[in-house]
């Protein structure tokens, strides 16, 4: 008789188990694929972990980009008893080149396990604009507006 039962209390043990193990998830994504150097494009990294407290995912090094904006935002639920931590970060990034520009994959290691993302090939043409000078050489210079007289000087 105990023989039927323990194969039936060893899966009962397992099943109970199972759900005790983190649950991890990595996603990216970009709105565009091709953009001109005019353009700016949103990369978004989305971590969805039974983990009470994720840590600090590895970014993309974004060296053919510059980074323009850095957002994050997190979010806890707790549902049947499950707890989920969902965490976003977001990064508006402009192109520094033209060509088929890489985002390498993001990581993230939770306990002993690290997760990827995939990596985006975006494809950069030349836009309307030129590149800005790095120098200040020929960046804007403040502009005087015309003062009445017994008025104070207003430079902008």
């Known amino acids: ?8 209390a060893l899966l009962f043990i397992l099943i109970s188990t199972a759900d005790t193990r983190a649950e ?3 996603r990216t994504e970009v709105e565009k694929t091709s953009i001109t150097t005019d353009e700016t494009i949103a990369y978004k990294l ?5 983990e009470k407290k994720i ?17 994050e935002t ?3 639920s707790i549902s049947k008893g499950k707890q989920e931590t969902f965490v976003v970060y977001v990064f ?9 520009l890489k985002i390498e994959p993001a990581q993230i290691q939770i306990e002993k396990n ?12 030349q836009g309307r604009k030129q590149a ?5 050489e020929d960046q804007v210079r403040p502009k005087e507006v015309p003062q009445e007289p017994g008025q104070p000087k207003i430079t902008l």
């Open 1 to 8: 008789m105990k023989a039927r039962f323990l194969p039936l």
């Open 74 to 76: 997190s979010e806890i």
């Open 92 to 100: 508006i990034i402009a192109p520094t080149k033209i060509g088929r």
């Open 132 to 136: 800005q000078p790095e120098s200040g």
């Open 55 to 71: 840590p600090q995912p590895k970014f993309p090094e974004f060296n053919e980009f510059k980074v323009l904006s850095r957002a």
């Open 46 to 50: 989305m971590i969805t972990s039974s």
């Open 24 to 26: 991890t998830a990595i």
């Open 114 to 125: 690290t997760f990827s993302s995939q990596s985006f090939e975006i494809e950069v043409t």
